[in-house]
């Protein structure tokens, strides 16, 4: 069974930093970028960031400067690392790894998966 598995979540203060993990367990022989998103209570699922196969990464505004995405291929995971957290931050985080159309080898099909969700809480 192909799946992504999240870790890292919990409650934190104000200012305070966590790192979020994402670990595919599965098999496939597709290049991927691995992108993040939130929903927070009574909002749609936003963006959050992304960092691509080529190593080049993507941000919203709402965390630039403050959140940044990583990866490490060997242990096929990927990482969020969110410093100088505030309330507004407070969701739900998924990761999401998407293979890109027409780089798989060996006659496998691209696919998305989408981690469990985790909660993130900051209080003020």
């Known amino acids: 069974q192909v799946e992504l598995v999240e870790s890292g979540g919990g409650s934190f203060q104000a200012g305070e930093s966590a790192r979020l993990s994402c670990v595919f367990r599965g098999y496939s022989l597709c290049n991927y970028d691995w992108n993040w998103y939130r929903q927070s209570p009574g909002k749609e699922r936003e963006f959050v960031g992304s960092?691509?196969?080529?190593?080049?990464?993507s941000y919203a505004d709402s965390v630039k400067g403050r959140f940044s995405v990583s990866k490490d291929n060997m242990k096929d995971t990927g990482y969020l690392q969110m410093n100088s957290l505030n309330a507004e931050d407070t969701a739900i985080y998924y990761c999401?790894?998407?293979?890109?159309?027409?780089?798989?080898?060996?006659?496998?099909?691209?696919?998305?998966?989408w981690g469990q969700g985790i909660q993130v809480t900051v209080s003020s």
């Open positions: 999401h790894r998407a293979e890109i159309a027409g780089s798989c080898l060996n006659g496998m099909t691209e696919a998305d998966y």
């Open positions: 960092i691509f196969t080529d190593g080049r990464t």
